[in-house]
């Protein structure tokens, strides 16, 4: 039977004080309707159907995936009246999940659970809590879900039911299109309660089957920036967790951020305020110094990446050494066994085994050999304005102190370039290039003095 999806995302979040609707807040670095899709993507739904409502042009406009049928909800009037915008989208036979926008960490296997165990054309995720104040109750009888009561109707019996309602269900489209046209908002809100299908569906003696998530933040939703920072905690700490059950050492799991990817060898230590954002891979006994930043990069074994340096979009190489201070910026290829020092930028360069560029330099658009060594305060000028050009370091060469190499231009292999050279010309293999002014002396002058 094929699955839709059916998102609601057109609320506009009030309290989170923002221009912005609240399904684009981030979490993990990424707007919290976005943790919702990537999820669904592995279901392969026939169709996703994506409410929208509040500012909507903003969620078009961030999220841009295809196949994507778009509803809008022009006045948010309840959960029911949302859903009720899928139904000119929604086929007549299958099933749907009917997703929030809000409520971003349910699990992929969560999901396909609750999809399974529709068999009689209702499902629905709920939790055992200690604490169910102002959440809605599911009442049984001899084990069957018979109603939703929600807290201010609820009596004294059923406020002492820890069960809750997620709002999360797997529902027959043929009991959507029948049930839903059937709400009305004779409540004191107003609105039309998506709950009521569950009343309906009692009353015609289809049987509910519910499951419960693995974790209990899987159906935590986001209402105000207090809940979102919490659960920002709660969801870092669960993916700390599973790397320490992995191997990995961390100074203190509560101060490093993951926001996207994080793969790791053994033998791994992170150190304190490190964020890793995309998709980041470290080899066996790669060592994380306090206060990096690394996005998108790949580093090898037995790399050590000292503090406070930013790393994006590379490739790192076995037994390197980076920083303090360094910014490899990306599609830089550091080979093996390369020194990068502190206050050292690289750009769109390759680095080749051994390379030592230890201070205050900036390699940019450059092809550095073998066992090169870069002085402090070296520059490659690889632009002149328009254009971007390549440096070529043969192996072996010795870049003297405050040297620039303006590109195009290729040092030739264990070549030297004399401290201060400003160099415009190939320098040839094995020989000594020097381009500077003489030192003059000048004799009688005189050094300015206040009066």
Known sequence: MSVSIIILAGGKGTRMKSIKPKVLQTLAGKPLLRHVLDTCKPLNAKHTILIYGYNGQMVKDEIRDDGIVWAEQAE???TGHAVQMALPHLPKDGKSLILYGDVPLTQ?????????????????????????????????????????????????????????????????????????PKLNNDNAQGEYYLTDIIKMAVADNVDI?????????????????????????????????????????????????????????SDVFIDINTVFTGDVRLENGVRIDAGNIITDCTIGENSHIKPNCVLSESQIGQGVAIGPFAHIRPKSDIGDDVKIGNFVETKKSTLHA????????????????????????????????????????????????????????????????????????????GKLAVARSRQTVIDGWQRPSKK
């Open 354 to 429: 051994g390379a030592k560029v230890s201070h205050l330099s900036y390699i940019g658009d450059a092809i550095v050999g073998r066992e090169v060594n870069v002085g402090a305060g070296v520059i490659t000028c690889n632009y002149d304005g328009v254009n971007k050009f390549t440096t070529e370091i043969g192996d072996g060469a010795f870049i003297g102190s405050n040297s620039s190499l303006v590109a195009p231009v290729k040092i030739g292999e264990n070549a030297t370039i004399g401290a201060g050279s400003v160099i415009t010309k190939d320098a040839p293999d």
């Open 209 to 265: 089957s519910t499951i419960s998530p693995t974790l209990a933040f899987e159906i935590e939703g986001v209402n105000d920036r207090i809940q979102l920072a919490n659960l920002e905690r709660t969801y870092q700490a669960h993916q700390v967790h599973a790397l320490q059950i992995a191997g990995v050492q961390f100074a203190d799991p509560s101060r490093v951020d993951i926001r996207g990817t994080l793969s790791c060898g």
């Open 76 to 78: 948010q009037l309840g």
């Open 108 to 180: 992929l296997d969560t999901l396909q659970k609750l999809i399974d165990s529709n068999m009689d054309g209702i499902s629905m995720l709920t939790l055992e809590v200690d604490n169910p104040f102002g959440l809605g109750r599911i009442i049984r009888d001899d084990g069957k879900v018979v109603a939703i009561v929600e807290e201010k109707d609820a009596n004294d019996s059923q406020k002492q039911v820890k069960e809750i309602n997620s709002g999360i269900y797997c529902v027959d489209n043929a009991l959507l299109h029948d049930y839903l």
